[in-house]
């Protein structure tokens, strides 16, 4: 099969928009998300075969969903495993029922639908492991292939291709079905869904491993499938507070790193290479998430906080009180060592950094932290600020021993060999 570059990019493109909608639309219909991506990539090699001479159709979506209608129909009729259901379904999918193929049709037609909602919490779905949700989540909503999924995260293809290929199969044996959850598990649900997507962005804002301490696509994808959760769950603040808080950070992305891609911490940062398009978006999002009242919670405090150093056009002119105050909100309501180790670099800032380090000393004894590099790291900032230089220096070479990132790493061994 041979495809020319300009209708592959055409195709690349399409598959981008149309596949979530299109996998989804399937999934309700087979009843197994698996299932669905197959045939919704049996529809996308039958593009890269006819699109190229035939041109690509005025309703992309609408003839990839014909193609992998066709081919359900094909597949349930001859399977072994034909039962009475898979026959009912063969039939209600038959080129015949025009009606319902116009249904599918307007699903797909929609700007995304509750097929989509309802995808993201399975590919979600708590049954599954963290990192098998990242890795569907990416495929069957971020439109990401197996090759880029692992390279974005420096792992074998192969790796994530079990991962893929487990999930699904979890999903099928413990017979997830293909609905919205029920009221009262929707909040713990959309919390997972959250998380994912969060997870997807950090690892783009700050890469855990490699060379590169930045993935701009990550962030890309990962803010793509945020304003998708949140123009599908509008009335939920938290969708709108992570769009919010990847929106204002996103805009810091070209500031971040240097000439030779070396790390540039905020309060170096060159304000002026600051998105101020993405600025705007993301204190938008954040209007939306306090608008929608009964208290901002942990993404949008988050927000709020990253909202405190885009208003600032100095780092001098930052509203460290301010922030302070909000990290003992987040605190509050979802207290965690990683939001603890924060909160002291803001009270360090605003009120000096003995204050900082009481509250930073207090998390050695916390078991969880006792690999994070983060916190040598700061405390090794917060002793140098105090004139305790040598044990800064040693704090310094441990945050370094301790990192995955080897830029991270560069950066730490330099402030260690400060005299």
């Given at each position: 099969?041979?495809?020319d570059?300009?209708a592959r990019?055409a195709i690349?493109?399409?598959?981008?928009?149309?596949?979530?909608?299109?996998i989804?639309?399937l999934?309700?219909?087979v009843g197994?998300v698996g299932l669905?991506e197959?045939?919704?990539?049996?529809?996308?090699?039958a593009?890269?075969e006819?699109?190229p001479?035939?041109?690509v159709?005025?309703?992309?979506?609408?003839?990839?969903?014909?193609?992998a209608k066709?081919?359900?129909?094909?597949l349930l009729r001859r399977g072994p495993?034909?039962d009475r259901k898979?026959?009912?379904?063969a039939?209600e999918l038959?080129?015949g029922q025009e009606?319902?193929m116009?249904?599918?049709e307007?699903?797909?037609?929609?700007?995304f639908g509750d097929d989509v909602l309802?995808l993201?919490f399975?590919?979600?779905h708590p049954v599954l492991a963290t990192?098998a949700?990242?890795?569907l989540t990416?495929?069957l909503?971020?439109?990401?292939?197996?090759?880029?999924?692992?390279?974005?995260?420096?792992v074998?293809t192969?790796t994530?291709?079990q991962?893929i290929v487990?999930a699904k199969?979890t999903?099928?044996e413990?017979?997830?079905?293909?609905?919205a959850?029920r009221p009262?598990e929707?909040?713990a649900?959309?919390?997972s869904?959250l998380?994912?997507i969060?997870?997807?962005f950090?690892?783009?804002?700050?890469?855990?491993a490699g060379?590169r301490?930045t993935?701009?696509?990550?962030c890309?994808d990962?803010?793509?499938l945020?304003?998708?959760?949140?123009?599908?769950?509008?009335?939920e603040s938290?969708?709108?507070?992570l769009?919010?808080l990847?929106?204002?950070?996103?805009?810091?992305?070209?500031a971040?790193?240097?000439?030779?891609g070396?790390p540039?911490?905020l309060?170096?940062q060159?304000r002026?290479r600051w998105?101020q398009?993405?600025?705007?978006h993301?204190?938008?999002a954040?209007?939306?998430?306090?608008?929608?009242?009964?208290?901002l919670g942990p993404?949008?405090?988050?927000a709020?906080?990253?909202a405190?150093?885009a208003?600032?056009?100095?780092?001098?002119?930052t509203?460290?009180?301010?922030?302070?105050?909000?990290?003992?909100?987040?605190?509050?309501?979802?207290?965690?060592p990683v939001v603890?180790?924060?909160r002291g670099v803001?009270?360090?800032m605003?009120f000096?950094?003995?204050?900082g380090?009481?509250i930073?000393?207090?998390?050695?004894r916390?078991p969880?932290m006792a690999?994070?590099h983060l916190?040598?790291?700061?405390?090794?900032?917060l002793?140098?600020k105090?004139?305790?230089?040598a044990?800064?220096?040693a704090?310094?070479?441990?945050?370094?021993a301790?990192?995955?990132n080897?830029r991270?790493?560069?950066?730490?061994?330099?402030?260690?060999?400060?005299?």
């Amino acid at each position: 099969m041979t495809t020319d570059e300009p209708a592959r990019r055409a195709i690349d493109a399409v598959w981008r928009i149309e596949s979530p909608k299109l996998i989804a639309v399937l999934a309700r219909l087979v009843g197994d998300v698996g299932l669905a991506e197959d045939l919704a990539q049996d529809a996308l090699v039958a593009a890269l075969e006819r699109w190229p001479a035939d041109g690509v159709p005025d309703q992309p979506g609408a003839w990839l969903l014909a193609t992998a209608k066709h081919r359900a129909i094909d597949l349930l009729r001859r399977g072994p495993m034909l039962d009475r259901k898979h026959a009912e379904l063969a039939r209600e999918l038959d080129a015949g029922q025009e009606a319902a193929m116009a249904e599918l049709e307007a699903s797909l037609d929609d700007d995304f639908g509750d097929d989509v909602l309802r995808l993201m919490f399975i590919a979600c779905h708590p049954v599954l492991a963290t990192e098998a949700r990242v890795a569907l989540t990416l495929r069957l909503l971020g439109g990401l292939t197996t090759e880029e999924i692992a390279r974005a995260f420096l792992v074998p293809t192969a790796t994530i291709a079990q991962r893929i290929v487990r999930a699904k199969r979890t999903l099928r044996e413990a017979r997830v079905p293909f609905e919205a959850p029920r009221p009262a598990e929707r909040t713990a649900r959309l919390g997972s869904v959250l998380e994912v997507i969060s997870l997807i962005f950090n690892e783009g804002y700050a890469a855990t491993a490699g060379d590169r301490w930045t993935r701009p696509d990550l962030c890309e994808d990962a803010l793509r499938l945020g304003r998708m959760l949140a123009s599908l769950a509008s009335a939920e603040s938290e969708a709108h507070g992570l769009v919010a808080l990847m929106a204002i950070q996103a805009s810091r992305l070209a500031a971040r790193t240097g000439p030779s891609g070396e790390p540039i911490l905020l309060l170096d940062q060159d304000r002026s290479r600051w998105d101020q398009v993405l600025i705007r978006h993301g204190l938008t999002a954040l209007e939306r998430a306090t608008a929608l009242g009964g208290g901002l919670g942990p993404y949008a405090l988050q927000a709020a906080i990253a909202a405190c150093h885009a208003e600032a056009r100095t780092a001098e002119e930052t509203e460290w009180t301010r922030i302070t105050a909000l990290y003992d909100a987040l605190a509050q309501l979802a207290p965690s060592p990683v939001v603890e180790l924060n909160r002291g670099v803001a009270y360090a800032m605003a009120f000096g950094p003995a204050a900082g380090l009481e509250i930073v000393d207090a998390l050695q004894r916390d078991p969880s932290m006792a690999r994070y590099h983060l916190l040598p790291a700061v405390r090794g900032d917060l002793l140098a600020k105090l004139g305790r230089f040598a044990e800064a220096r040693a704090e310094f070479a441990r945050a370094a021993a301790l990192a995955g990132n080897e830029r991270e790493r560069e950066l730490l061994l330099q402030r260690a060999a400060q005299p």
